[in-house]
């Protein structure tokens, strides 16, 4: 008979978990490669997976055990395909406005709000939550994903009134990003994960926001958990000094902190896991802190800062979210402790797991909504929390909200090599964007890598817009504008110096082709002077829409969202 292992957490053993999981994205037309393991030290593994038809789609596991690794990088995947959000950057329409009147974006069970009746998503309390000083206008609710006028909404229940909202997607993707995704063997494991990383992110910001240190957890603690024990004696032999704190806040929230420092270089990372139970969590924090990472390459690292205003920053906060990168204050590493060591652990039944995460967001004040999807096979769900689970001010929607990438996509669109470049890019002028955002993800695409688009950023569009017009001034500021953001070797960078250089001579009236093709070789020259002279635009890159129809990621994954709406479909029988 072979092993089963069974871990504390979750509700099957390991075995049947991958096992199910891998048929079922073998089923659904998924071929998974495991691209990368790391193992650092004893117990500590992580894994990166992605898809061979489309790599582009990919996730990340973690755990004490390769068994434990696989399992978590698969759930993941499921994670984010059931609950769509492997597609929430992308435009998802095979052309413009080909979705008809009726049709469903993301689930059939969407509501499709006209422009003219916003109001009637979401419920009173939660507007006044979300827009309390009435600043959103209906285009605001819109989504990247499309290019309709409607207003794509997904209902959530109340878990403690049972009420269900219907919230704009546009505010997933706006506000939310990956927080209180998750999938498990039940539904309530993966409730409980999500709400429990719910709670990981709220009380990290707390405590960088207030500049909390937390207690050391006594040895005689976690002298039970020999896997964790061995980890962090093989970091201290490598030079990394391990502080383990709780970061419960007296008890009330079940959060560990681990601490990893790299003594020679004086540097450290704060880590963070959530679990009702004290055990699965303290594992999941220590494997989080060197998830993806080989003891030699430690990037995210930081000295700590002794400025609270720095740390509590929203582009700080937000840098800890994306990659626990953000800045630590040096009373965080003291040890001031504000509060004593409260042991915890909610260990029991999942539902009651679950009823207990709940019932300590009703003491903040809040209410946790669920969104369940199992299309799958595979249980998965969405958890908002709103006042708790906010990654991005709600303030983002008016402020730097992704849909304006619509008003860009459609701009570039109706880009070809005889149209109005210089109307173009008045348009764009208007619509606010930082000169080093990416384009393709401004638009939706998922460009090939290495390809003209993968690299286009709005400061290159300007050039390429302002010299397809043959406005060479605009176009020599916008491309030394475009060489801050790219290496000057790089074949870009090289690129950009050939445009410099033909265009500083064009300006002047001393044409001197020679002189180029000494410098950068006669294909760059000769190339560089068909653009310059409009003989060709946009160094033959594809325009219009062939921007998405001819990268081959972009229709991988266009190919993978029909698979999915038709299981989503199918799952209504």
Known sequence: MSELTFIKGKDACLETSIERMQTLLKQAGFDIVEASWFNPVNHVYSLHIHDRHCPGLFTNGKGTSRKATLASALGEFLERLSTNYFFSDYWLEAEPKSLKAGDWLYYPDEKAIPLADYRNCLNEALW???DPADEYQAEDLLSLNDSSRLIRTLPLKGAGNGETAYFPANLFSNIYASNGLSAGNTLLEAQVQGLSEVFERWVKNKIMRENLCLPEIPEEAIASFHAVLEAREALQQEGIEVSIRDASLGGHFPVVNVTLFEQKSGRCFASFGAHPIFEVALERTLTESLQGRQLGNLDGFQTPVFDAELVAEDENIENHFIDSSGLIHARFISQEADFEFTPWDYSGSTESQWQQLVSLVHQQGCEVYVAEHEHYGFPACRIVVPGMSEIYPCSELVDSNQNVGRVLRELLLEVHANCDFMSVLDEIDSLGLSEHQGVAS????MPDPSSFWAQMKVSDLRFW?????????????????????????SQWGVTYKAFEYALQMTLEGDVCESALKQLFGDAVANQVMANIAGDECFWGAPLGLDIFKQSQRHQALLTIYQRTQQTK?????
């Open 128 to 130: 006044q939550f979300y």
């Open 442 to 445: 401004l638009i939706g695409l």
């Open 465 to 489: 817009l302002a010299l397809s017009a043959r406005d060479y001034e605009a176009a020599l500021d916008a491309v030394q504008e475009s060489l801050y953001f790219i290496d000057p070797l």
């Open 569 to 573: 479909q199918a799952g209504l029988r």
